[in-house]
């Protein structure tokens, strides 16, 4: 059940008129509680604090302080100056904390064991959740049936168990589902671990009025009763009913009794059917109206009338089929493996020519023995250089 607090800010103009209660939840907010804040320390939200329990002391966390403490009273109906109000200790220090998550570190395995033993004794009933008290002097047991339990012998099984005291509390299969949480099917958190505090009745009556197909298993929710936010939109539906008019289930044409199927209250339209026939035909309200009143005047129309209903979104032209197998083309493909083909051929062949080219070098100098190296040949002589024709000396 969080609550965002936007009156964090407000300054308070008298100190005597600022609220002396706090908020304080246990066991990760799956309950709550309000304590009377007598030494008015400054408690800001997230802190640890001991307070008052059961011939004892727990520990929780502060959630809401301030002047917004005093609506979630006003919503729960919890009175400010109510004197059985139990009241803050201290806050919370290492040697209180440690002896919390040592209580805590408990609970699992207390659930299983109170499991096994109310299977033992054939108990009609379900164990959800047990709290510890943060100084493991007394536990919580909360518990779903359907009937009375007689659960007297169960309670003495648990003290001689568990050493400590024993209580029973039962709650719906609703309270069980916000204790656990969760994530419901529109994709956000479940309602009643988060925000709602009040469990309204809820039946099919409200998803036939909002033209809802009763199908069980989608309007359940995780608690396996019908989901809360069937009822969220109701009365809108209600209110755009009334225009509609009343004892029109069926109208009289000459083709026959029209039925009622369903009533658009976003187009304001009422669907009819003929007997002769499954189509299904839109009529205005006027037109209905229209018949109802021929009808009682004993006229019967000759035809409904119904209306075109086109709807104004553009229509998508879906491609057509088309057969692909032999007509995409896989050149990028074949590209690649052509060019890896050529690369294998010409590794191959380079030993070849490399043979082919020794075999080229013996042919021309056939007196060379083999493993002799080859003659160094002498380089040609330089001849000097010619001088130009000079004339003869006198």
């Not at 308070?12 to 030494?39: L, Q």
């Not at 809108?236 to 039925?259: E, R």
């Not at 009808?295 to 088309?322: H, Y």
Request: net charge positive; with cysteine.
């Amino acid at each position: 059940m969080n609550a965002y607090d936007w009156l964090r800010n407000l300054p308070v103009t008298y100190a005597v008129d600022e609220c002396k209660v706090i908020e304080v939840s246990f066991n990760k907010g799956s309950r709550k509680d309000y304590f009377r804040n007598t030494t008015l320390q400054n408690l800001e939200k997230g802190d640890l604090i001991c307070v008052e329990g059961v011939s004892g002391f727990d520990v929780g966390e502060v959630s809401l302080n301030g002047e917004i403490v005093r609506l979630q009273m006003k919503k729960r109906g919890v009175k400010e100056d109510n004197p059985e109000m139990k009241k803050v200790l201290r806050r919370a220090s290492d040697r209180d904390i440690d002896t919390w998550r040592h209580s805590k570190s408990r609970e699992k395995e207390a659930l299983i064991r109170s499991r096994a033993i109310s299977k033992q004794l054939k108990l009609d009933m379900k164990l959800s959740e047990v709290e510890i008290q943060a100084d493991s002097r007394k536990a919580t047991f909360f518990y779903i049936a359907d009937g009375r339990v007689d659960f007297r012998e169960l309670i003495k099984i648990f003290a001689g168990e568990f050493k400590l005291k024993v209580e029973m509390r039962q709650i719906g299969a609703r309270q069980e589902s916000a204790k656990v949480g969760g994530i419901g099917s529109c994709g956000r958190e479940l309602c009643c671990s988060t925000w709602l505090t009040e469990f309204k009745s809820v039946n099919t009556t409200a998803a036939r009025y909002q033209n809802l197909s009763i199908n069980q298993t989608k309007l359940s929710g995780q608690c396996g009763r019908l989901k809360c936010c069937l009822n969220y939109e109701l009365d809108t539906y209600l209110d755009a009913l009334q225009h509609f008019p009343d004892n029109c289930d069926s109208i009289q044409v000459a083709k026959g009794n029209a039925f009622l199927i369903k009533k658009d209250i976003f187009k304001n339209l009422m669907w009819y059917t003929l007997p002769d026939s499954n189509k299904q035909y839109p009529l205005t309200i006027e037109r209905v109206k229209k018949i109802k009143g021929l009808n009682a005047q004993g006229v019967i129309p000759e035809e409904l009338e119904a209306v075109d209903v086109t709807s104004s979104k553009t229509k998508e032209i879906e491609p057509e089929f088309v057969e692909l197998v032999g007509q995409i083309s896989l050149r990028s493909l074949e590209k690649a493996d052509r060019k890896k083909k050529q690369q294998q051929q010409q590794k191959q062949q380079r030993p070849q020519q490399q043979k082919a080219q020794q075999q080229k070098g013996q042919q021309q100098n056939p007196n060379r023995q083999q493993g002799q190296p080859p003659r160094q040949q002498r380089p040609p002589q330089q001849r000097p250089p010619q001088r130009p024709n000079q004339p003869p000396k006198e």
